[in-house]
């Protein structure tokens, strides 16, 4: 990025190279303040990835279908809440065709809760849908390895605290995987970047924004007026001890920790604590310094995006930014982000649930259908096909811009989800003309959207099976009972015995498995349990 800030040389003045992702073994005594030799190289990158290729609809891309576009450039206005100004803006990146994006990861000392997924699946959507519009992204996603939390848990357990962090890294990215997330384009750890984070507390206690206390580093929240101007609290009302213990040698209560000694008082050592060598002595970071450091050192002083849980608001984003401006007067980052919960009106939401568990079965039948044709179609395809495909398109494109707003996108598919269900399945869809045409043209759109939802399973087969697998574990029932029960419920139909065919089909619609009946035979098929359906429709 031409316009990255560099406010300190210490940081900047580092040979740019491939950074690793996998930690290294960490020393307990790793680093020397005045050893540049020893710093691990860093790299400013942006994605290499480029946006995921567009179906064709009548020889136009579909982003085409809102106008042309050019590559590297966005498609259409997104707009995103900026937890700073407390409203929605239109994004505008600093760099043309280029976004910075930095999003704080998780302090990895235990396994991975829903809470993390939501944060990261929500950022995984955005920086899906920025390359999505042509932009090129550099998504830098970072790893706390070094913080109290760790250092508990590793004496609760016995074990080397970097070794435990290793761990649990791990197992979160495992979790991404699972959880179909992109990996961002760089993954940095505390531990490997304490030259940097060093660098930073020198700058701002140069700058005049920070005391030392017996080998303790604090941020003075005082020498900052604009503290507060992210989550709006003003100094009075920050009380000591809420999240923190209570330090008496604080000039401010609300002061925060830089560094912090791996001595006591007594000067003996804090046993089973990793330590850093540094101006103040042995030691290690606070929490919030390493986020300002890390995100200096791949993204500048100055970049677009700066995202994490509501819950982050206060104190750590609100610190980040204390320390930055400190250490450089013009550090500026353009949107805060923060995910909460969305919600929508029950119809939508109603709608939305329904399909997400029929859309992977209904493109496993356009899959079937299209691989005994995929010759000799033409290139055109219906108008009342085309105006569904329109409309959905517009649909996605305006929910998505509408600060991410995915609910809606997903209860806009029922229409193409309801029109593939009719050509594939009905009799005057299947005598419809260039009934295969705009079944390859919805299933395209719809693979598109799902795609940059993060949604696309590597095979709609696969998917469908695990799909039939999660319904059996909850229901409780193995594909055989399953098949007895089908047999039963096929015997007393021929029996004419409506009442008992009736009841086995209900009994497994309350467990979440559908019966579906064709000239070929009966099928099962997952689908949500008869309950909770009702609980929909009642609250429409």
């Known amino acids: 990025m031409g316009t990255l800030l560099k406010c300190y040389k210490p940081l900047f003045s580092i040979r740019f190279s491939s950074f690793p992702n996998s930690l290294r073994s960490v020393q307990l005594r790793t680093h020397s303040f005045n050893n540049p030799k020893r710093r691990n190289p860093i790299r400013r990158c942006f994605s290499s990835l480029s946006p995921s290729s567009q179906p064709l609809i009548n020889g136009t891309t579909l982003d085409k279908m809102d106008g042309n ?34 999003v704080c990861g998780v ?33 830098v996603r970072n790893f706390t390895d070094v913080d109290d939390k760790i250092i508990a848990r590793a004496k609760e357990l016995a074990e080397d605290p970097i ?22 384009s760089v993954e940095p750890r505390v531990s490997d970047h304490m030259p940097h984070i060093i660098d930073m507390i020198k700058q701002i206690v140069d700058n005049g924004y920070a005391y030392r206390v017996e080998g303790d580093v604090f941020f003075s929240v005082e020498n900052f007026p604009e503290y507060g101007q992210l989550s709006g609290r003003k100094l009075e009302d920050n009380r000591a001890g809420e ?36 101006p103040w002595g042995p030691g ?104 569904v495909i329109n409309k959905f398109h517009n649909d996605f494109s305006t929910s998505m811009s509408d600060d991410l707003h995915t609910p809606v996108v997903l209860a806009a598919l029922s229409d193409p989800l309801k029109t593939i269900n009719d050509l594939l399945h009905t009799r005057k ?73 009736d009841a086995i089909r209900k009994d497994l619609a309350v467990v979440g498995i559908a019966l579906m009946d064709s000239p070929d035979g009966t099928s099962w098929r997952p689908a949500i349990p008869l309950p909770l359906q009702e609980q929909q429709v009642a609250a429409t």
Not at 78 to 102: A, C, D, I, Q
Not at 346 to 372: A, P, W, Y
Request: aromatic share 10%.
């Open 69 to 102: 576009r050019q590559p590297g450039s966005p498609s259409s206005e997104l707009w995103l809440h900026n937890t700073m100004s407390k409203k929605k803006e239109l994004f505008r990146p600093k760099v043309e065709g280029k976004v910075g994006m930095y």
């Open 107 to 139: 302090t990895a000392y235990d396994l991975s809760h829903i809470g993390h997924a939501r944060v990261y699946v929500t950022f995984d959507v955005l920086y899906r849908y920025l390359k999505h519009l042509g932009y090129e992204v550099c998504y």
């Open 163 to 184: 070794s435990l962090s290793r761990r649990y890294c791990d197992e979160f990215i495992q979790d991404m995987v699972h959880l179909q997330c992109l990996p961002p």
């Open 243 to 278: 999240r923190v213990a209570v330090d008496s040698r604080k000039r401010n209560p609300a002061d925060f920790a830089l560094w912090k000694a791996s001595f006591m008082r007594n000067n003996s050592a804090k046993e089973g604590e990793p330590f850093w060598e540094s």
């Open 284 to 387: 290690r970071p606070g929490w919030h310094i390493e986020c300002s450091a890390m995100s200096a050192a791949y993204l500048g002083y100055s970049f677009d995006i700066h995202g994490g849980g509501m819950d982050l608001v206060f104190p750590h984003h609100e610190n980040e930014i204390a320390q930055s401006c400190a250490a450089c007067k013009q550090s500026n980052v353009s949107y805060w982000i923060h995910n909460g919960f969305v919600t929508v009106d029950s119809e939508k939401m109603s709608k939305s649930l329904g399909n997400f568990f029929t859309i992977r079965e209904t493109l496993h039948d356009c899959e079937n259908v299209l691989s005994q044709h995929d010759k000799g179609l033409q290139e055109s395809i219906p108008p009342e096909t085309l105006n």
């Open 429 to 501: 869809g299947k005598k419809q003309a260039m009934r295969i045409e705009s079944v390859a043209a919805l299933e395209k759109i719809i693979r598109n959207v799902l795609s940059v939802l993060g949604l696309m399973p590597t095979s709609y087969s696969e998917a469908l099976q695990q799909l039939r697998e999660m319904a059996l574990k909850r229901a409780k029932l193995t594909e055989d009972k399953i098949l007895q029960k089908i047999e039963e419920r096929s015997e007393a139909r021929k029996n004419k015995d409506y009442e008992k065919s």
